[in-house]
Each structure stands twice: as C-alpha cells, then as structure tokens.
C-alpha cells in the first residue's frame, strides 16, 4: 500500500482538509500531512510548524497520519518522508484546472503520481481563505474547522 503526502498551506485546516484526510485513509498505509512554508517570508516557518502541530493533535490516536511542515519542492518534501503518492482535493472546475497543472509539474520534475479525492457537497464551499476572512470579522468559525 502506499504513503500519501497531503501538501497544502491549511491556513487554517479546515473541515473540508479533513474531510480528505478521512476518507483517502483507507486507501493509504499512512498520510503525511505537509504545510507548507515559504522561506523567503518572515514568520512562515514558525506558523506551518504551529499548523502542522495542530493537525497532529487532531490525529493523535491514529499513528496512520502525521503532520509535518516544509519548504522548498512537494516532491521531494513527500519523497523524504516515505511518501510516493501526492493526494489532493478538488470542489471545483478551477480546483480541477488548477490540479491537472500541479500533476502535471510534479509528475514531470518529481516522477510522481496526484490522487484526487472530490469534496463531499457540503464542504466544496469551504475554503480556508473564506474562513480567515469570517475570523477577520469576528464571526464564529468554529463549524469550518476541526
Ligand atoms: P494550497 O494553498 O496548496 O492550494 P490549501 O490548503 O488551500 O492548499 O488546500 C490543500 C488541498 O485541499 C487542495 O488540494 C485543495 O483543493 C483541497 N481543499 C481545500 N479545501 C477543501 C474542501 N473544502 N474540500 C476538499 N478539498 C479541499
């Protein structure tokens, strides 16, 4: 069975994030979850460090997923970590535009493959732009995120 590597900024981790998760599990031996962060911006390292943190926690009773934070190309990010398969999620037409083209670079420049998993329904509205954009307003954003 394979090792998956859900790479993602999941600023902040969403219901939608672990919708994927959840449900791409069975079909993995484990799933590394990659924040990743760009190195050239202050301060990213240490809030994709909190993230990944955060997300482990939520897994803590599952030894089948692992949360790590990184910097530089996902192909090598998810190679180092035993993972030989990129999973991503897709809600939309765009997602799906967007998607092909990441598989695309990875496969190419990293010989890897991309699963896609599509959003349930109730969650392909959910993004994490839109949830930093409810806490910016003070709304209550605990339904979005796990
Ligand atoms: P990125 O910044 O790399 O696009 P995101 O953290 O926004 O990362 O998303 C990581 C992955 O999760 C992407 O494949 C994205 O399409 C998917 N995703 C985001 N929100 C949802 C959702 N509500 N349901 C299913 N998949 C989602």
Same mark, same amino acid.
């Given at each position: 069975?394979?090792?998956?590597?859900?790479?993602?900024?999941?600023?902040?981790? /969403?219901v939608?994030?672990?919708?994927?998760?959840?449900?791409?599990?069975?079909?993995?031996?484990?799933?590394?979850?990659?924040?990743?962060?760009?190195?050239?911006?202050?301060?990213?390292?240490?809030?994709?460090?909190?993230?990944?943190?955060?997300?482990?926690?939520?897994?803590?009773?599952?030894?089948?997923?692992?949360?790590?934070?990184?910097?530089?190309? /996902?192909?090598?990010?998810?190679?180092?970590?035993?993972?030989?398969?990129?999973?991503?999620?897709?809600?939309?037409?765009?997602?799906?535009?967007?998607?092909?083209?990441?598989?695309?670079?990875?496969?190419?420049?990293?010989?890897?493959? /991309?699963?896609?998993?599509?959003?349930?329904?109730?969650?392909?509205?959910?993004?994490?732009?839109?949830?930093?954009?409810?806490?910016?307003?003070?709304?209550d954003t605990t339904p979005f995120?796990?």
């Amino acid at each position: 069975m394979s090792v998956a590597f859900f790479a993602g900024s999941f600023d902040p981790f /969403t219901v939608g994030h672990k919708s994927i998760v959840d449900r791409a599990l069975p079909h993995f031996e484990r799933i590394v979850v990659g924040v990743g962060f760009n190195v050239r911006k202050p301060g990213s390292r240490e809030d994709a460090a909190r993230r990944a943190s955060h997300i482990s926690r939520l897994y803590a009773g599952d030894d089948r997923v692992e949360a790590v934070s990184y910097s530089g190309l /996902t192909t090598d990010a998810a190679k180092s970590h035993g993972a030989d398969v990129l999973l991503r999620g897709v809600r939309s037409c765009s997602d799906f535009e967007y998607e092909r083209g990441m598989a695309d670079v990875n496969r190419r420049i990293g010989g890897m493959e /991309t699963m896609l998993i599509f959003a349930l329904p109730e969650y392909d509205s959910i993004s994490s732009s839109m949830v930093r954009e409810l806490e910016a307003f003070g709304a209550d954003t605990t339904p979005f995120v796990p």
